[in-house]
């Protein structure tokens, strides 16, 4: 009896259920066999569906299956369907991670050159806390134009870049597919901007289109590296000659897993990313988490020379995202022990985008991009070298108002890269480590990057960035400003609760010039400069 009860249990019922439809319809052939032909397809799926049900009760890996086979794969389905289901059918103009629905929406508006003016006043809650703002002018200037550029190139530099302030942040051909690499590059040749290799290298069509090129070198020296995964200076200096290549930015860190190392999943290397990077195939492609050709800040400051003085003097940086204070700080203690410094410094927000990394360090692990900016930018004029290095942002910058937010904050110019990935047609679907991104943007399947159309995409790509370029002029001229660069902090300004309000420079107080060196008192450097070591990494101990 209790077998009985098991086997028309609510929880058992559809395997049941399918197992008397099916002996129903054979026994009605049986009796006329006439009906075969009507009765063949609703036997062929119950007949599949009782085999999915003693599938389900057999198998050993899903307990929901084996106590509600057949039912049970609904719980499944609608894991899959539920981010889906929200995007389009939920989501508020505000709502949406990484990026809400308004600030994609932006960015397919500009890409595409569709109206990008809303009407009826803003959606946020100006008196909520967190709510940010611009002061404006009584008298905003008028700009002729809005190509605002900025010269990288310190002193030892023998080629400086006249670099716009928008470029196309690091992303890695392997990590994005060839046709979304063709895309981006050809349209920053036409928008007369930069694209940033990421760290996998420079693949053929990174060339195809003869757009700039910062060549990142990240730690697995990927166009640069001997069969051993060693850097080799013969093969740097052999691609660092193309004219192509502007400036050279070594990476540190990633802003979404500093400290990682870089990940490109074995499903998503083919024999021609292998040879690119010189690595086997069928192993997920995992760059060391520190680089092998230096291990101190004393170190560092000489491989940028030596890359320097490889590239033919052109600009050498290095990209990070902040994590212990006195790492940093023992860099600039190495710059002012050697005289060397780099050209330009890049500073990776953990608030960054990647194509795969471990849930811990995407969401905890890393300096967000305002405190790491303002620090670096504070600590290099405590020390008197703000002068001579130019500083670039990146982390989830994607409007006129982010540029202009962290301008004001130290940054020469801004790097972006999930902004430019909606203009070749991503749609956030959020599944660039699985290899079957549904608009061929982050994957190496050919049918599906098939539907990413170079000549369509790259024009999206210049019109992105020059609608961008064009509402910050709006957004300078109506601060009564001529650059960019004349943001300051007092001009920011944020809600920190219903009735309070305070400027971005209370936010992030500044260092005085020199103070570093002079003896600073402030909380955010006063340790960790003293026990910072130009020869180590590694803190000196406090009572030193």
Known sequence: MERVRHWFSPRIMPLTGSILFLLFLGGIIVVSPGLYLVMIVPIFLLALLVAIGFHDILQTKRAVLRNYPISGHARYIMEELRPKIRQYFFEGEKDGRPFPRDKRSLAYQ???????????????DVYEPRYEWISHSFAPTHLEAHDFRVRIGGPDCLKPYDSSILNISAMSFGSLSANAIRSLNKGAKAGGFAHDTGEGGISPYHREHGGDIIWEIGSGYFGCRTPDGMFSAERFAENAASEQVRMIEIKISQGAK?????VLPAAKITEEIAAIRGIPLGQDCISPSAHPAFSSPLELMAFIRQL????????????????????????????LETGITPDFIVVDGKEGGTGAAPSEFIDHIGMPLREGLTFVHYA?????LRDRIKLGASGMIISAFDIARVMALGADWCNMARGFMFAVGCIQSQSCHTDKCPVGVATQDIDRQRALVVADKSVRVAQFHNKTLEALAEVVSGAGLRHPSEFETFHFHKRVSYSQVTTFTNLYPPLDAGELLQGTDDHRYKIPWRVARADSFQAAPLSA
């Open 110 to 124: 500009r890409a595409k050159g569709q109206l990008d003016k809303r009407p009826f006043g803003t959606e946020f």
């Open 258 to 262: 500093p400290g990682h190392g870089g």
């Open 308 to 335: 320097r003085e490889l590239s033919g003097g052109k600009p050498v940086g290095f990209k990070l995202c902040v994590g212990h204070a006195h790492e940093f700080l023992a860099i600039i203690k190495a710059m």
């Open 380 to 384: 290099l004029i405590g020390a008197n």
